[in-house]
C-alpha cells in the first residue's frame, strides 16, 4: 500500500479536520468522482492521464475519502480509481452509491429493485478490487420499484454478509433519513446542498437544512454534493465573488469553505477533471469564512 508520511491537507480554519462514519475517520474535505468520466459522465475522459493525475494528486494533497458510483461512466469512475491509486492507501475511504444506472440514451434511471441493488454492490466489489464496501450510498429516487424502508432492508441484509461496512443514503429527506435511523444506524447523508441552494438538474430532497439538522444532532457526516452548483459559484458574480475579492480567495473556495463553516459535520465532496482546480479546492479548508461574509452569504431560506 501508498504510504501516509507527508501527505496533509492545509491546516483547517473552520471546524475539526477529521469527521467519522462510523469506525472510520477522513479528512473533511473529499473528492468526487462523478466528473472523471467523459462528458455527461459518459465513457471514457478525453484525456486519461490526466485523470489519474488528479486521483494521485488528491492522495498527495492529503484528501483520504472518495465518493464514486459504478454507474459513471459507467464502470468508467471506478475503473480509474482502480488504475491510479490500487493498491489502496492504508486510509482511504472509498463510498459508492447505489439506486440508479444508465440507458444508452445516456438518460438516469432508478436501479432499486432487490436484485439491482444486490448486483450494484457486487458491481462495486468488482470493479474496485474490494473485499467490502466501506461505505454505501443508497440514493433514493423518485417512481422506485419498491419502498424506501423495502430498499433499507436490502442493504441491512448486505451488510449481515460482510459485504458493507456501513450504510448511508442520498436525495432524502428528513422523514426518510428518520425512517432509516429507526431501522439501522447511518453514518453519512449524501443531499444537494451548496451556498445559493441552486440544485441544477437535479431534484433534490425539499428542506435540506431539516435533515442537515438531524445530521448533527446524530453525528451523521453530511455529503453536500454539487458544493459548486456544477461550477455555476464558482464562475463568479454576486455576493461570493465580492466576499471572495474581500477575503483574497476564489469564489470556488469560498463556497467550500462557507460549508465548511456551515456545520462541524459537513464533508464537502467538490469533484474536477484537472489538477489545477482540485488544488484550488483544497486551498479552501484554510478560508477564514469571517461574520460579514456569512451574513452576506447566508442565501439559503
Known amino acids: 500500500m501508498h504510504g501516509n508520511v507527508g501527505r496533509m491537507l492545509p491546516r483547517f480554519a473552520h471546524g475539526p479536520e477529521t469527521i467519522k462514519l462510523g469506525d472510520l475517520e477522513v479528512r473533511r474535505l473529499g473528492y468526487g468522482a462523478m466528473r472523471l468520466p467523459g462528458k455527461q459522465v459518459w465513457g471514457e475522459p478525453e484525456d486519461p492521464a490526466t485523470a ?3 486521483l494521485r494528486r488528491a492522495v498527495e494533497l492529503g484528501i483520504n475519502f472518495i465518493d464514486t458510483a459504478w454507474y459513471y461512466g459507467p464502470h468508467v469512475a471506478n475503473r480509474l480509481i482502480v488504475e491510479a491509486l490500487h493498491p489502496y492507501p492504508s486510509d482511504l475511504v472509498i463510498a459508492t452509491k447505489l439506486g440508479a444506472k444508465r440507458l444508452p440514451d445516456k438518460s438516469w434511471v432508478p436501479a432499486l429493485t432487490p436484485d439491482e441493488i444486490r448486483e450494484g454492490i457486487e458491481t462495486d466489489l468488482e470493479t474496485l478490487r474490494l473485499e467490502q464496501l466501506p461505505v454505501v450510498h443508497l440514493r433514493w429516487i423518485d417512481k422506485a420499484q419498491i419502498s ?5 432492508d436490502v442493504l441491512v441484509e448486505v451488510q449481515r454478509s460482510g459485504k458493507i461496512r456501513h450504510i448511508a443514503v442520498s436525495n432524502v429527506t428528513a422523514e426518510q433519513l428518520q425512517h432509516a435511523l ?3 444506524p447511518i453514518v453519512a447523508v449524501q443531499n444537494l446542498y451548496n451556498v445559493s441552494g441552486a440544485s441544477g438538474p437535479v431534484k433534490t430532497a425539499e428542506n435540506p437544512d431539516a435533515v442537515l439538522e438531524i445530521c448533527e444532532q446524530n453525528g451523521i457526516a453530511f455529503l453536500p454534493f454539487f458544493p459548486l452548483a456544477i ?6 458574480g454576486g455576493p461570493v465573488e465580492s466576499a471572495a475579492k474581500r477575503l483574497g480567495c476564489t469564489p470556488a473556495q469560498l463556497s467550500i469553505a462557507w460549508l465548511l463553516a456551515r456545520s462541524p459535520v ?3 465532496i467538490p469533484g474536477t477533471s484537472r489538477v489545477s482546480h482540485l488544488e484550488e479546492n483544497v486551498g479552501a479548508v484554510h478560508v ?7 451574513g452576506e452569504l447566508s442565501l439559503r431560506k
Do not use: N, S
Request: aromatic residues 4%; glycine residues 8%.
Open 52 to 54: 489519474h493525475a488528479v
Open 148 to 152: 424506501f424502508a423495502e430498499a433499507i
Open 182 to 184: 429507526a431501522r439501522t
Open 231 to 236: 461550477g455555476a459559484l464558482a464562475t463568479g
Open 266 to 268: 459537513m464533508l464537502p
Open 288 to 294: 477564514a469564512v469571517d461574520a460579514a461574509a456569512l
